[in-house]
């Protein structure tokens, strides 16, 4: 069955960069769309990003400066990384497969950004 | 970007209610809302896509709606499990948008 499942470091320090992982099962990059969302705590959901399955990027314009989202097809990985984080940016992020408004979800990875 | 407008953002509920969420959209987004679930600590889960559809496993007591620019998800006989936030989401352009959400909790 479809599975995605997130994985990083639970804390950031402002200024510095963050690096997530997507490792999806069951599907094919080549194939499917992959979104990065995120939520600060307490609040709504954030559309952040999208590779799609040609390998195209697009980019939250809030963040696109700031952010970058890659793959490795081979080992069916998706790679968010986003710079100059600020306290803002703690939030738990998800991976969602982007097919019909995102049918499937990881369970995400709280980041915090603190010193 | 267009923007989801999400009422209530929370609602005191009575298990056996019939709840109504609703989303209304700054411009057409046809019939592409789909309306999520969410508990503590966990993902959302689809439960409602293209604005009337149940997604697989969600009972039926969930149903959604539209009229207009206005989407609305229905529970109808709430239980226990239904206790959540609840989203929405159009996706019918891009950046796709959520609502501000809405937290439903015992009276």
């Known amino acids: 069955q479809v599975q995605l499942k997130e994985s990083g470091p639970g804390l950031v320090q402002p200024s510095q960069t963050l690096s997530l992982t997507c490792t999806v099962s069951?599907?094919?990059?080549?194939?499917?769309?992959v979104s990065w969302i995120r939520q600060p705590p307490g609040k709504g959901l954030e559309w952040m990003g999208v590779?799609?399955?040609?390998?195209?990027?697009d980019y939250n314009s809030a963040i696109k400066s700031r952010l970058s989202i890659s793959r490795d097809t081979s080992k069916s990985q998706v790679f968010l990384k986003m710079n100059s984080l600020q306290t803002e940016d703690t939030a738990m992020y998800f991976c969602?497969?982007?097919?019909?408004?995102?049918?499937?979800w990881g369970q995400g990875v709280m980041v915090t950004v603190s010193s | 970007d267009i923007q989801m407008t999400q009422s209530p953002s929370s609602m005191s509920v009575s298990l056996g209610d019939t709840v109504t969420i609703t989303c209304r959209a700054s411009q057409d987004v046809g019939i592409y809302v789909n309306w999520f679930q969410q508990k503590p600590g966990k993902s959302p889960r689809r439960m409602i896509y293209r604005a009337t559809n149940l997604a697989d496993g969600v009972p039926s007591r969930f149903s959604g709606s539209r009229s207009g620019s206005d989407y609305s998800l229905t529970i109808s006989s709430l239980e226990s499990e239904d206790v959540a936030d609840y989203h929405c989401l159009q996706y019918d352009e891009y950046p796709p948008t959520f609502g501000g959400g809405t937290k439903l909790e015992l009276k």
């Open positions: 590779i799609w399955s040609n390998g195209g990027t």
């Open positions: 969602a497969r982007d097919y019909g408004g995102f049918d499937y």
């Open positions: 069951g599907l094919s990059l080549t194939s499917n769309s």
